[in-house]
């Protein structure tokens, strides 16, 4: 990017993907709130991520050779607040670095508003793990590839004051006419020590596609376009709702 991180402290900062406003629990399905040019697709995880917790997915964010602009893959811990206190894991792809530079990166906005973005270099044959685990006083964020197994970043829950937390998983492209190309395959979500159910909602705004697998595979595609209809996605039914199923 023009410095892959001052895009993405952009992009943060201007909310370029705040799409929705979250009540989990018992409470409705997700509300459109698109207020940018970026196109998302978001799966919601429902579960008590109050204490101990553990979200792997084997994850894949493939080249778009015509792409422009940047794409990313991500797992995040946030919270009722939106925009709020979040901590972020995923891999990114930037057009104007060459598509060959896969990388990852952490973003993390702490309960003062203080903003942190950081990313490097890694190798994802043919894919990596994302893995966020946390604790009633932690949350350490690791990646698995095929150079090993990388701790990225951990942090102090205390510095966060997530409420009602739950986790995000989000593939996204900054441009219009851009494309992603991703996928999350569960290998292990855990929260309360209890193995988490299949996800049942999603989000779309400006043309990317949350899917659910029969496998249980979780795929993010599509283009960005100004005329795709933002909409919640009932994953087990697969189809746009107005409501997903279980809210």
Known sequence: MIGISSFVDGRRLAALFSIIALTLAAGPAPKANAVSNGAEATIYLRGDFSGGFN???????RSTATNRSATFLDVM??????????IE????RDARNGFGALRVFTAVRTRSGTYRYAASAVSCVPSCTLILRG???????TI?????????GVWRR??????????????EVAKRGDAIDAALTPMRVVAAARELAAPACGFTVHGVTPRRLPGGTLTFTGTNRADAPASSVDLTRRRMASRCAGS
């Open 144 to 152: 698995a590839s095929d150079g090993g197994i990388r701790r990225v």
């Open 77 to 86: 811990l946030t919270g009722r607040r939106d925009p709020g206190p979040s």
């Open 89 to 92: 894991l995923g891999l990114t």
């Open 135 to 141: 604790d009633p006083h932690d949350v350490t964020a």
């Open 55 to 61: 979200v792997a997915y084997g994850a894949v964010l």
């Open 158 to 171: 205390g510095d966060f004051d997530l409420r009602a937390p739950y986790v995000r998983l989000n593939g």
